[in-house]
């Protein structure tokens, strides 16, 4: 029977980890989580905050996907999209989702992330 999400995992391009580092950490407020050294090994980063965890999976031939997407919650989104916007991500509000506030926002390597309430 299934519980909960134990993370998500998204793809990145190789040589990427410090473009991510800056915008899951110093952007989205994320902290880096080691990875185990087997799988350290193979590049990307993993990131935490509260019960959302976030692994960046290092792809050859990385594509970001139009569509594919992690849905994160958040408490003040309009406070939180302030904080993207005014250290420089993208905020993309969308109003396709009646009875719900959301808006989506870029990593540096195109994936799209949706924050909504």
Known sequence: MLAA????????????????RSYYVD?????EIPKPPVLAARGGCWFRAG???LHL?????FRPSQ??????RVTDISAYADRLA?????VR????????RR????????NRLEFLV
């Open 5 to 20: 999400v134990d993370h998500v995992q998204l793809a990145a391009p190789p040589g990427s980890e410090d473009l991510l």
């Open 27 to 31: 952007v989205l407020g994320m902290t």
């Open 51 to 53: 019960a959302v965890e």
């Open 57 to 61: 999976g290092i792809e050859t031939g």
């Open 67 to 72: 569509k594919a997407h992690p849905g994160l």
């Open 86 to 90: 005014a250290l420089g991500a993208t």
């Open 93 to 100: 509000w969308d109003t396709g989702l009646p009875g719900r």
């Open 103 to 110: 808006f989506y926002s870029y990593d540096p390597v195109g």
